[in-house]
């Protein structure tokens, strides 16, 4: 089946600075896809809708300047969460749009720990 | 605004019970219904899809069963196994071009040996 990488797959960060997680679909393009958040013992909140060459659609209450995602090219998507602080840490997922099938791949996850 | 609940919130069963989890949603109107595993601080695997044209799909043990009219989706489990402990979510996605999955809470599931 498609895969879908993300990476880091965890990383520790001080408060105040920002950090960059990647999504890419290994074996096919994405012309969309999708950030998601988890916090402990809760379900995925979808964040935004990232979109191959255009600006991202954010869920409401999810801040476009804090959480900034860029999507340069049909197989990579970054989210950059700028001036972290402890209650950013979360599991942040994505899910990439198979271009020709339509179906949904999802990455493994990255873990966020601001201290 | 699609909402997906799912029921029970968590479940505990002895090994080889057979069990059922729930999932509705608001809006009947959806593209697909898919089933996920989540084990603790992993990320989601994929159990069984269902399009909004199907009724059922099943995998080995499991058969997941869609009435979309009704807004109802219910994942059957056949004999229980200590590893199929893990949190079971229910995701649902509109019927248009590019939506995400809009996912449930979850089914917390623990079965003892």
């Known amino acids: 089946g498609a895969v879908v990488s993300q990476h880091p797959s965890w990383v520790i960060c001080k408060s105040g600075t920002s950090v960059k997680i990647e999504c890419r679909s290994l074996?096919?393009?994405?012309?969309?896809m999708f950030w998601y958040r988890q916090f402990p013992k809760q379900s995925l909140m979808l964040m935004a809708t990232?979109?191959?060459?255009?600006?991202?659609?954010?869920e409401q209450g999810v801040e476009k300047d804090k959480f900034l995602i860029n999507h340069a090219s049909l197989t990579l998507s970054t989210l950059t969460v700028t001036s972290a602080h402890p209650e950013d840490s979360s599991f942040y997922i994505c899910?990439?749009?198979?271009?020709?099938?339509?179906?949904?791949?999802f990455g493994e996850g990255s873990r966020l720990t601001v201290l | 605004k699609q909402e997906v609940t799912q029921i029970p919130a968590a479940l505990s069963v002895p090994e080889g019970e057979n069990l059922v989890l729930n999932c509705s949603f608001t809006?009947?109107?959806?593209?697909?219904l898919q089933w996920f595993r989540q084990d603790p601080g992993k990320g989601l695997t994929s159990l069984l899809l269902?399009?909004?044209?199907?009724r059922e799909q099943t995998s080995g043990r499991l058969n997941a069963s869609l009435d979309k009219s009704s807004g109802r989706s219910t994942l059957y489990i056949a004999a229980s196994q200590p590893g199929d402990s893990a949190t079971y979510l229910c995701?649902?996605?509109?019927?248009?071009?590019?939506?995400?999955?809009?996912f449930g809470k979850g089914t917390t599931l623990s079965v003892s040996s």
């Open positions: 899910s990439a749009l198979g271009q020709f099938t339509g179906e949904l791949f």
């Open positions: 074996d096919f393009q994405a012309t969309t």
């Open positions: 269902i399009q909004s044209s199907q």
């Open positions: 990232s979109n191959e060459g255009s600006k991202a659609t954010y």
């Open positions: 995701a649902v996605r509109a019927n248009q071009a590019g939506t995400a999955l809009i």
């Open positions: 809006d009947s109107a959806i593209y697909n």
